[in-house]
T-cell receptor
Framework: NAGVTQTPKFQVLKTGQSMTLQCAQD?????MSWYRQDPGMGLRLIHY???????DQGEVPNGYNVSRSTTEDFPLRLLSAAPSQTSVYFC?????????????FGQGTRLTVV | DAKTTQPPSMDCAEGRAANLPCNHS???????VYWYRQIHSQGPQYIIH???NNETNEMASLIITEDRKSSTLILPHATLRDTAVYYC????????????FGTGTSLTVIP
């Protein structure tokens, strides 16, 4: 049981390039989400999904796309990277979106856009 | 939505109990209090959560006041590995049941 796995751990992009951050969980969790964390700040919600085929926007969705074709995977796409997207990205999953359910986080992807 | 207020930083001597306070004076009846911690820049780690009653697990205890307007996370015997940023989060239905992280409390355990 690996939990929440994020790849890659580190990435450097040039402005305008695209890439996909991968997130996979092996706990059969319905709920998955993506956060970004900037220096000295807490985590901010980008997008989330309550099940396969269902996605929705969080606080800071602009510049990011997501899809959820399987229960296990929830990739985050940057279509045209900008320096403002330099951040650490965390993926999380939980059994459901119910209030009484804890979420588990991956170890993060550190992205630098130059 | 119920916001939380935490002190920005605290110190604790190794081996002593660390008591981390959180104020959530606008919490509603069905909203849960969660605690997470983040060591260096690792992913946040779940610690404990509760609704009304005090809770205890192998990591910590959560004490919630009777009026639910504040809570305290207790690490009974702090070690150097407990040095981290601790986040108190109120999870609410009027914010889509999401986890909203503030800036937390930076706990330093001193040898």
């Amino acid at each position: 049981n690996a939990g929440v796995t994020q790849t890659p751990k580190f990435q450097v992009l040039k402005t305008g390039q695209s890439m996909t951050l991968q997130c996979a969980q092996d706990m059969n969790h319905e709920y998955m989400s993506w956060y970004r964390q900037d220096p000295g700040m807490g985590l901010r919600l980008i997008h989330y999904s309550v099940g396969a085929g269902i996605t929705d926007q969080g606080e800071v969705p602009n510049g990011y796309n997501v899809s959820r074709s399987t229960t296990e995977d929830f990739p985050l796409r940057l279509l045209s990277a900008a320096p403002s997207q330099t951040s650490v990205y965390f993926c999380a999953s939980s059994y459901s979106i119910d209030l009484n359910t804890e979420a588990f986080f991956g170890q993060g992807t550190r992205l630098t856009v130059v | 939505d119920a916001k939380t207020t935490q002190p920005p930083s605290m110190d604790c001597a190794e081996g002593r109990a660390a008591n981390l306070p959180c104020n959530h004076s606008t919490i509603s009846g069905n909203e849960y209090v969660y605690w997470y911690r983040q060591i260096h820049s690792q992913g946040p780690q779940y610690i404990i959560h509760g609704l009304k009653n005090n809770e205890t697990n192998e990591m910590a205890s959560l004490i919630i006041t009777e009026d639910r307007k504040s809570s305290t996370l207790i690490l009974p015997h702090a070690t150097l590995r407990d040095t981290a940023v601790y986040y108190c989060i109120v999870r609410a239905s009027n914010t889509g049941n999401q986890f909203y992280f503030g800036t937390g409390t930076s706990l330093t355990v001193i040898p």
